[in-house]
């Protein structure tokens, strides 16, 4: 695996415990963002494994963000949710924010889903709405030499050979979920956008702005781990007097949580 010997030591004991833990691994694996996770149903719940019992793995600090690995049942299939992530923003190293990438890929899962709120940047995306990842643009310029083994340049045009959204977003449109296809841009956060920012992420083509996800798909790329990237739009990136806040946008988030939750079922069953 392309990780520096280091790193693939320390989450290789991650894997382990995680693997003695649940009977088995599932397919699937989703990284739940900001109110994500709590759009699910207890109910569904079946194992939770806290991140504070896993060798290697740091607390979350975050509102909205558990920390905590749970086996969910989506109906015909399993799914493990990774709920809670680790930010550019917490102060934290690059390998720990994409720890739970490396995890997916050393546990053997086949298909990452990454979820993230987002602020709609877009007149078309309205708070509520889905807005499916088919580029990025990388605000947060973090080296993956920082925890790759080689120093060559990759090339994220491999987007199209891992980004699974081609084959997921037929079934959700043939679900009845509406959904924007579109571009998010990362920040390094955790300040909401400048005016000034918010008008320059327009004009260079992102649709969607967040503090998250981006290292996640590049991780994913790098490591040859097919993904699917969604955003749900908690609020409208405001250029105007009013401010963003984190209680907005998981506010936003409970109210969607009826199709954030059938996407995430729909990609655990495929
Ligand atoms: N900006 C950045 N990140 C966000 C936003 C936003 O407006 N909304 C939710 N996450």
Redo the contacts with the bound molecule.
């Keep these: 695996m392309n990780l520096r010997p280091e790193l693939l030591e320390k989450y290789k004991a991650s894997a382990k415990h995680i693997i003695s833990y649940f009977d088995y691994i599932p397919e699937t694996a989703v990284i739940a963002g900001?109110g994500i996770a709590d759009t699910l149903n207890n109910s569904n719940f079946r194992h939770e494994l806290p991140y504070a019992n896993i060798p290697g793995l740091p607390q979350t600090t975050v509102a909205g963000h558990k920390g905590s690995i749970i086996l969910y049942n989506a109906g015909n299939k399993n799914g493990l949710i990774f709920s809670g992530r680790f930010h550019h923003y917490e102060g934290r190293k690059s390998d720990e924010i994409i720890s739970l990438v490396i995890i997916s890929k050393l546990i053997g899962i086949k298909k990452l889903i990454l979820t993230?709120?987002?602020?709609g940047l877009s007149p078309l995306m309205k708070p509520g709405d889905i807005m499916i990842v088919e580029d990025f643009i990388d605000f947060m310029f973090m080296k993956n030499s920082n925890y790759l083994n080689d120093k060559k340049t990759h090339n994220y045009h491999d987007n199209n050979v891992y980004n699974l959204s081609r084959v997921i977003n037929p079934v959700i449109a043939e679900n009845g979920i509406r959904y924007h296809q579109g571009t998010y841009a990362a920040?390094t956060?955790p300040n909401?956008?400048t005016r000034a920012e918010i008008r320059m992420l327009r004009l260079i083509g992102a649709d969607a702005?967040?503090?998250s996800t981006v290292p996640e798909i590049k991780a994913a790329i790098s490591l040859e781990l097919n993904y699917f990237a969604f955003s749900l739009i908690?609020?409208s990136?405001k250029e105007i007097i009013q401010y963003?806040s984190h209680e907005e946008?998981l506010n936003e988030a409970a109210k969607a949580a009826s199709k954030v939750k059938k996407i995430i079922e729909i990609c655990i069953n495929l």
């Design positions: 900001s993230n709120a987002a602020g920040v956060g909401y956008e702005v967040g503090m908690t609020n990136a963003v946008v």
